[in-house]
C-alpha cells in the first residue's frame, strides 16, 4: 500500500512514521509527503528518507476544493491507498474526504471528543484535567469528529507543566499513530456505525 503524509510543521510524528517503515514494523512505502508550508522542517526529513515530496502553497486558490484537487492529481500519480495527516494545519474539504471516505487518519493530542481544535495539550492542561493523552481516529467531514481507531491516556500529575505534558503526549504519539497505521494497512480495521474493530489474529 502507498502511504501518502500530509505535514506543515517540524514533522516528529512523520519522523516516528519513517521509522516504523525502516524498522518494518509497517508493511507499506510513504510515497509522498505533501506540504502547504516550504519551510516545514518535515520536508528534510522526508528528503532525508528519500521520499518525494510535494510542496503547495494556498495562495493563489480561491477555495479550498481548487486547493484539494490540485493535491489529489499527484496523489493520483502515486496510487496513493491511504493518507496520514501529520501536523498539516489546514483542514481538508469535504470533496476531499469523499474521495478518500474512509482513507484518512489524524491523530489529535486529546482523549476525543473533548478538548477538539488545534490547541488540545493547552485546552486541557488550561482546563485542570487529571488525565488527557492521544486519539487516532479517522477524518470525516466536521473537525475531529470521525470514528476512534486507538486511545491512550496519560495522567497529568500535581506538578505538571505545559512542556511536560507536551513531551508526554508526544511519546505517545509518536508509538499510538505508527500502531493505527500498521493496523490499517493491514486490513485490521472495520468501522460499523461510529465504532472501529480491530481485527487482529
Known amino acids: 500500500m502507498n502511504i501518502a503524509v500530509f505535514v506543515s510543521g517540524n514533522g516528529t510524528n512523520l519522523q516516528a512514521i519513517i521509522d516504523a517503515v525502516l524498522g518494518g ?4 512505502k510513504i510515497r509522498l ?11 528534510t526529513r522526508a528528503r532525508d528518507a ?3 515530496t510535494f510542496v503547495l502553497s494556498p495562495k493563489g486558490f480561491s477555495s479550498r476544493e481548487d486547493y484539494d484537487k490540485e493535491i489529489i492529481k499527484e496523489l493520483e500519480k502515486k496510487d496513493i491507498g491511504l493518507i496520514v495527516l501529520a501536523g498539516f494545519m489546514r483542514l481538508v474539504s469535504d ?11 489524524n491523530v489529535h493530542p486529546a482523549l476525543l471528543p473533548s478538548f ?3 490547541h488540545g495539550i493547552k485546552d486541557a492542561f488550561l482546563y485542570g484535567v487529571k488525565k488527557t493523552g492521544v486519539t ?3 477524518v470525516d467531514e466536521k473537525l475531529d469528529h470521525g470514528p476512534i481507531i486507538l486511545q491512550e491516556a496519560v495522567e497529568v500529575e500535581e506538578n ?8 508526554k503526549i508526544h511519546k505517545i504519539e509518536h508509538r499510538l499513530y505508527p500502531e493505527a497505521i500498521r493496523l490499517f494497512t493491514e486490513g485490521k480495521l472495520k468501522i460499523e456505525n461510529r465504532k472501529v474493530k480491530i481485527k487482529e489474529a
Request: charged share 35%.
Open 95 to 105: 470533496l476531499f474526504i469523499k474521495k478518500y471516505k474512509n482513507k484518512i487518519l
Open 160 to 167: 505538571e507543566t505545559l512542556e511536560t505534558l507536551e513531551a
Open 136 to 138: 487516532v481516529h479517522f
Open 50 to 52: 528519500n521520499i518525494e
Open 33 to 43: 509527503v505533501v506540504s502547504d508550508n516550504e519551510d516545514a522542517y518535515a520536508l
Open 116 to 118: 477538539k481544535g488545534m
Open 25 to 28: 514494523k509497517i508493511k507499506a
